[in-house]
């Protein structure tokens, strides 16, 4: 690729520019209709869309809430795996079983959520605070439930089988609907124009 000669051939952003781009070639604005529909070769499209905006710089378009769906079904499949796994770890264990059945789900879903809750906090002031938050309430929940592991190794009173089990398929079904939320939602890959 060569360099163009004259800067003012290069736009602001650092691509070449398209010296002959005219209608219908790529770089060229599409012409509008009388309806506001952009024309694209032969197809009409619809009016152009803009990506909402969740936080930070708007660039002009008004800020979306995070969306924390995934949380309500997170804590619905919580709830599932407790009503099905309490009343079985009775039945094959014991009572003590199953109440640190009960305590491994919660401290996942309790994890879970308050990641999210940051996460979402995190981006009413800046997008930029995202994957620091993000990252920082992992590290924060790793560290925490370790402490919490080292504690409890040795104390007797603690059914650490159905605990660590809880919370090992507890984590799996958070993943799970985490990774149904990514796969399936409208996600933006390209921020608006500015307005």
Request: charged content about 15%.
């Amino acid at each position: 690729m060569t360099a163009p000669e004259d800067p003012g051939d290069t736009p602001t952003d650092g691509r070449p520019a398209c010296p002959d781009a005219g209608e219908g070639t790529v770089g060229s604005p599409a012409p509008a209709s009388e309806t506001g529909e952009r024309t694209v070769g032969s197809a009409t499209a619809g009016p152009p869309v803009a990506a909402p905006r969740t936080g930070g710089n708007t660039g002009g378009v008004p800020p979306v809430g995070w969306d924390l769906s995934h949380v309500r079904y997170g804590l619905l499949t919580t709830g599932v795996l407790a009503v099905v796994g309490v009343p079985l770890t009775w039945l094959l264990r014991d009572g003590r079983g199953a109440a640190w059945v009960l305590a491994g789900l919660a401290i996942v879903a309790a994890f879970f959520s308050v990641g999210a809750d940051a996460v979402a906090a995190a981006v009413r002031v800046s997008d930029s605070l995202t994957l620091p938050v993000a990252l920082g309430t992992y590290v924060l929940k790793i560290g925490l439930l370790g402490v919490l592991l080292v504690a409890l190794r040795d104390e007797p009173w603690v059914d650490r089988k159905p605990f660590g089990l809880a919370i090992a398929i507890g984590t799996v079904a958070w993943t799970v609907v985490h990774a149904r939320r990514v796969w399936t939602a409208q996600l933006y890959y390209v921020d608006p124009p500015p307005r």
